[in-house]
């Protein structure tokens, strides 16, 4: 089967079609960040996406998207393939260089504009909700009216979006189908997706015949990574399903054979015929034998 599209979720494409689209990507962040309509998005300037430390040896980070606002508000997007402990503590350093960042030689702290930080997730993560959104800010631990504006945080899992799960943002619900249903197997695109203008775009974006050969082999290498890497993160995970098997059944030896000594130390058998008996060290019978 020849294709007609490219997943908008894979490194190339998504930059591709939010890295230089100012309309498109003001449409994607009004959606899809919990923004009142007065915070709405009006108009963005793009940053460089490289995030150089201001102390010399700091650690320099990448970024998919980037950019600022008419009020200085700083928006940071990123897509993840997979996610991580490592990829959340990188957010969290993004977004508080970016906060940093903005501080000059004798300004006032008052003038620090908030950074709002997107993060699209193509894996599940929060496995004990059906809820795909997380919205996060520093709030009081007792009083969650009470908060510390500045940073932002948004993850969305995709995989657990479907349509009907939301019901009154409109916009909110195309931008998800356009990351979540168009992929390399897609042959048409849904009306409503290419009715709106800048989803429209973004989708003639997707086309194969906009692609070089080269592009297209970095598209390929693309999902060869995320291949190899699902198959070590399950590799992974199964060991350690099976050390902790294994640990639990050592334990729960352990704990039996304890139980058996006490039980015979209690009898008056002397603490070497237990240790005999239940293969624990001298050492342990000796110290059961002595509470």
């Not at 009006?42 to 490289?50: D, M, N, Q």
């Not at 102390?55 to 996610?83: A, H, P, S, Y």
Request: hydrophobic share 40%.
């Amino acid at each position: 089967m020849v294709m007609k599209y490219l997943d908008p979720k894979a490194d190339l494409t998504f930059k591709k079609i939010f890295g230089n689209h100012p309309k498109r990507l003001i449409s994607l962040l009004n959606a899809l960040l919990p923004l009142s309509d007065e915070e709405q998005i009006r108009k963005i300037k793009y940053l460089p996406t490289e995030l150089v430390p201001q102390l010399e040896g700091g650690k320099n980070t990448i970024v998919d998207v980037l950019c600022t606002d008419v009020r200085g508000r700083k928006f940071c997007v990123e897509m993840q393939m997979e996610w991580s402990d490592a990829f959340q503590q990188r957010v969290l350093f993004n977004a508080s260089k970016l906060y940093v960042s903005q501080a000059k030689k004798g300004g006032k702290y008052s003038e620090l504009q908030p950074v709002y930080s997107l993060n699209l997730v193509n894996d599940i993560f929060a496995h004990d909700t059906p809820a795909f959104i997380h919205n996060y800010r520093i709030v009081h631990d007792k009083d969650s009216n009470k908060i510390i504006e500045g940073l932002h945080f948004t993850f969305i899992e995709l995989p657990k979006f479907t349509p009907h799960s939301i019901a009154d943002k409109r916009m909110m619900v195309l931008w998800l189908r356009f990351l979540t249903e168009i992929n390399s197997n897609t042959k048409d695109i849904p009306a409503d997706l290419l009715n709106d203008p800048e989803i429209g775009k973004a989708v003639e974006d997707l086309e194969v015949s906009g692609f070089t050969d080269a592009e297209l082999r970095a598209y390929d290498k693309f999902w060869d990574s995320v291949s190899v890497e699902r198959t070590l993160l399950d590799d992974r995970y199964q060991k350690g399903m099976e050390e902790g098997m294994e640990k639990g059944r050592a334990e729960g030896k352990h704990e039996a054979n304890t139980e058996t000594a006490q039980r015979l130390l209690a009898m008056g058998i002397s603490a070497e015929q237990v240790a005999k008996a239940t293969q624990l060290p001298l050492e342990i019978i000796k110290n059961l034998n002595n509470t």
